[in-house]
């Protein structure tokens, strides 16, 4: 199975700054099959970016994916308040689909 | 717009078999689509468990295979999950979703807390 390993663990950021996000696949991504997840305490997770870089319906443009084969970024270009949460990504390129641990952003 | 809803016991015994169902709504099972259960024990990680297809076909996790059963209840428009043998390492919150042919997951229900106790 494809791991995934996120990093950092944790981010501490301020609202208005650039967070970049990193995802590092065990072996190749087919066909760029990664997605990336936002999830809230309490919430299911929500989907912001499939296809390494496709924003998903109603995602804001500050949320941006990058990346190819075994290095993945999401990047949010100014942070916002609602934006303080867990991010995961995750492959569907190979079975059994599997995510990343998961990078908290949290407040400075 | 498609919503589904989990359901089922919030506490299991050790050894027993865990059962959850996902009710779906807004869209019908049998109109495509793989529908999964995927789970995260509490401050941890997302794990996919299995998924259902095709009128009834099924991949799961090798993690999981010999405990693992998913099926379909077409007339309920509905799909459920049952794990066997559980301990407390199954604590976890349990989500079904959808996801299309070699596609992201682009549903969820809210999830559902299932403990494993005596």
């Known amino acids: 199975e494809i791991v995934l390993t996120q990093s950092p663990g944790t981010l501490s950021s301020s609202p208005g700054e650039r967070a970049t996000l990193s995802c590092r696949a065990s072996?190749?991504?087919?066909?760029?099959?990664l997605a990336w997840y936002q999830q809230k305490p309490g919430q299911a997770p929500r989907l912001l970016i499939y296809g390494a870089s496709s924003r998903a319906t109603g995602i804001p443009d500050r949320f941006s994916g990058s990346g190819s084969g075994t290095d993945f970024t999401l990047t949010i270009s100014r942070l916002e308040p609602e934006d303080f949460a867990v991010y995961y990504c995750?492959?569907?390129?190979?079975?059994?689909?599997?995510f990343g641990q998961g990078t908290k952003l949290e407040i400075k | 717009q498609v919503q589904l809803q989990e359901s089922g016991p919030g506490l299991v015994k050790p050894s027993e078999t865990l059962s959850l169902t996902c009710a779906v709504s807004?869209?019908?099972?049998?109109?495509?689509?793989?529908w999964d259960w995927i789970r995260q024990p509490p401050g941890k990680g997302l794990e996919c468990i299995g998924t259902i297809y095709n009128y009834g076909s099924t991949y799961y996790n090798p993690s999981f295979k010999s405990r693992v059963a998913i099926s379909l209840d077409t007339s309920k428009n509905q799909f459920s999950l049952d794990l066997s043998a559980v301990t407390a390492a199954d604590t976890a919150v349990y989500f079904c979703?959808?996801?299309?042919?070699?596609?992201?997951?682009?549903?969820w229900g809210q999830g559902t807390l299932v403990t494993v106790s005596s």
């Open positions: 979703a959808r996801h299309g042919a070699d596609s992201h997951f682009d549903s």
């Open positions: 807004g869209y019908s099972i049998t109109s495509g689509y793989y």
């Open positions: 995750q492959q569907y390129g190979s079975s059994p689909y599997t």
């Open positions: 072996q190749s991504v087919s066909s760029s099959y």
